[in-house]
């Protein structure tokens, strides 16, 4: 945008207010504290998401939730769209998120063939709601595990999630039983009740796919028509389907090919639907068979054979640490770079795909024999999702690191701990501890006893600064959170002793250090600042400027901070640049005190030269 119509567009907007978009749909107000360049629709495009003022834009958040796997609030997230609002203002004040994975169920959807319950879709649609007026950005998922709960006897030791009742029945499927099963995932490989529905749904037995593409499409066109068009500008896309997997392969069918022949068409068929349902310029968020990345459990997949899918898909993934999680195939804890591999492996996929990625499930266990690990798994896998470059050779390779991918963590569930769910509808199994689903327990969050949301892991490790919109390309990123296991504080990427004025302003606090190549746009570049970054003890050195204690944003301000959409009280950094194809870099860190002009100075003359011989 030229200059002129820059500061043009600004005027009108002091004058008058944040603009809205006009479209169908029922009247809402603008997003509190949204800005000129906020709130637009994003697309793929280079293998980036971007937004409409051209920046890369990477999404954090988190699944909410796994209570919909659950019958006590009838397949929804929440009991109501306040207790959605208040989670959402919590996501986004504590959890640093901005955007949310929204678990739908078809099972509730559709509970009687060929009927869309819309009582259940305007629930759903109204929570849901509740996130995007709080700026969180959306994209809704089709949850399933081990198929159906339908699946499961009344004394079951498991439960399942997904498909309706009538589904089920269809099948005539044997008697559940996963025989020696110390996890509840091995029911998916081991459970021939499991197995067969799997099968089924995959080769469209009794019409089930047809069934389920046709509720797809009708619940699509329901959220299109009842969010206004604010609203829908901020959903991503759809997610058509959890962990897909074969059940079973057919004769001389393996992985592979079974991605190739059944899982990508049910994909091009879920595409179709959305652009019928009115959501052509949204991507399908696309998983491949769920083992493909698994460091245990292992399949060849990644949908090698789709080809270039483009930017109207997005390759889609999950990671768990298996070994980890087992207990006995990691006994120690995750360390400095433990995962940088694992995600370099996703972020190579989506390039060879032609599109972007997004890890839309990670996490570890808060409960039981190895919850132990989870400060030091979490670290591990937020910092390689900042990176391809483990903490110790950040700063001397730094041009490796990469883009930033994107990520929503298992899970946000505010009733963690405060369940009442009858275990596959049996009265003597009630369910109230951890997330009251299999005995699983990873929810990030719960309420406490006035009814209030607090964090049940370090805030320095869940509400983390990262680039929400880069004006240009990211070169380089890395954050040390300084995120604590027990007493001890874990520092895996500190500042080296060759940058002491770099070193001597961050001291023992945390910082973030940001590389971009600036782009053609006028718009500004965002980091979002945790609450561990109040503006009094918030230090910028970069190439744009210094500050201590920025000041608020203007569009003459090189640096400064202002709200976050939403009216959460989450705050952003905000750099703007004025010319294209440069390099910038922006070291933010809440570990000065009134450092003088001197030191910052200083600083910034070690990260020039620093820049000048990585990035030459």
């Known amino acids: 945008m030229p200059n002129i119509r820059l500061r043009l567009l600004t005027v009108l907007v002091v004058l008058f207010g944040s603009l809205t978009v006009a479209g169908a749909g029922p009247a809402t107000a603008a997003v509190p504290h949204s800005l000129w360049f906020d709130g637009t629709a994003l697309t793929v495009s280079n293998g980036r998401f971007v937004d409409g003022q051209g920046r890369e834009v990477v999404l954090r958040g988190y699944n909410v939730s796994g209570e919909t796997k659950l019958e006590e609030n009838h397949g929804l997230p929440f009991a109501s769209v306040a207790d959605a609002k208040k989670s959402a203002t919590a996501l986004r004040a504590l959890g640093g998120g901005n955007s949310v994975r929204f678990l739908l169920s078809w099972a509730y959807a559709e509970p009687v063939r060929g009927q869309v319950d819309t009582a259940y879709l305007a629930a759903a649609t109204a929570q849901m709601g509740a996130f995007l007026d709080a700026g969180i950005r959306v994209y809704p998922d089709f949850h399933q595990d081990l198929y ?44 021939g009740a499991v197995k067969a529905a799997q099968h089924d749904f995959w080769h469209n037995a009794h019409g089930l796919q047809d069934s389920f593409l046709t509720t797809a499409q009708k619940t699509m066109a329901y959220i299109k028509q009842n969010l206004s068009a604010e609203q829908f500008t901020g959903v991503l896309g759809f997610d058509p389907y959890n962990e897909p997997y074969a059940g079973t392969y057919d004769s001389g069918q393996a992985s592979r090919t079974w991605e190739r022949d059944l899982l990508w068409p049910f994909y091009v068929k879920f595409r179709a639907r959305m652009d019928a349902a009115g959501w052509t310029d949204k991507p399908a968020f696309v998983e491949p068979n769920l083992f493909w990345n698994g460091n245990v459990s292992k399949e060849e997949g990644g949908l090698l054979d789709a080809g270039a ?16 999680i087992s207990g006995v195939l990691m006994w120690g804890n995750a360390s400095d770079g433990q995962y940088v591999s694992d995600f370099a492996t996703v972020r190579d996929r989506a390039s060879a795909l032609g599109t972007t990625a997004i890890v839309s499930e990670f996490g570890h266990p808060l409960n039981g024999s190895t919850a132990g690990k989870a400060p030091t798994v979490l670290k591990a896998m937020y910092q390689a999702l900042d990176s391809r470059v483990k903490g110790a050779n950040w700063w001397s390779t730094p041009a490796t690191s990469g883009p930033v991918l994107s990520g929503s963590q298992w899970q946000w569930d505010i009733y963690n701990g405060r369940h009442s769910e009858l275990m596959n509808g049996n009265p003597d199994k009630v369910l109230t501890t951890g997330d009251a689903w299999n005995d699983e327990d990873l929810s990030a969050v719960r309420l406490d006893d006035s009814g209030k949301a607090v964090l049940r892991q370090d805030a320095r490790l869940l509400d983390r600064v990262y680039p929400s919109a880069t004006s240009g390309s990211t070169l380089a990123f890395t954050y040390e959170d300084r995120s604590r296991d027990g007493s001890t504080t874990l520092t895996w990427n500190p500042v080296p002793s060759s940058l002491p004025n770099v070193s001597s302003l961050v001291g023992s606090g945390q910082y973030s250090l940001l590389v971009w190549r600036s782009g053609s746009g006028s718009a500004p570049t965002e980091l979002h600042l945790p609450v561990s970054f109040p503006n009094a003890s918030t230090t910028v050195v970069s190439d744009l400027g210094t500050a201590y204690a920025p000041p608020a944003y203007t569009s003459t301000t090189p640096v400064g901070t202002a709200a976050e959409p939403g009216g959460t009280g989450s705050r952003r950094l905000l750099l703007t640049d004025t010319d294209s194809a440069t390099l910038h870099y922006a070291l933010v860190t809440n570990g000065a005190t009134s450092p003088s002009a001197t030191v910052l100075n200083a600083a910034k003359s070690e990260l020039a030269a620093w820049m000048a011989s990585k990035f030459a």
């Open 309 to 324: 899918i483009g930017s109207r898909y997005v390759f889609n993934t999950h990671f768990y640490d298996q070994k980890a």
């Open 148 to 191: 159906s709960r339908y699946l499961f006897d009344s004394d079951s030791w498991y439960t399942g999630d997904g498909a309706p009742q009538w589904a089920v029945d269809l099948g005539n499927y044997p008697d559940e039983s996963c025989g020696i099963c110390f996890l509840w995932g091995q029911n998916i490989t081991q459970n």
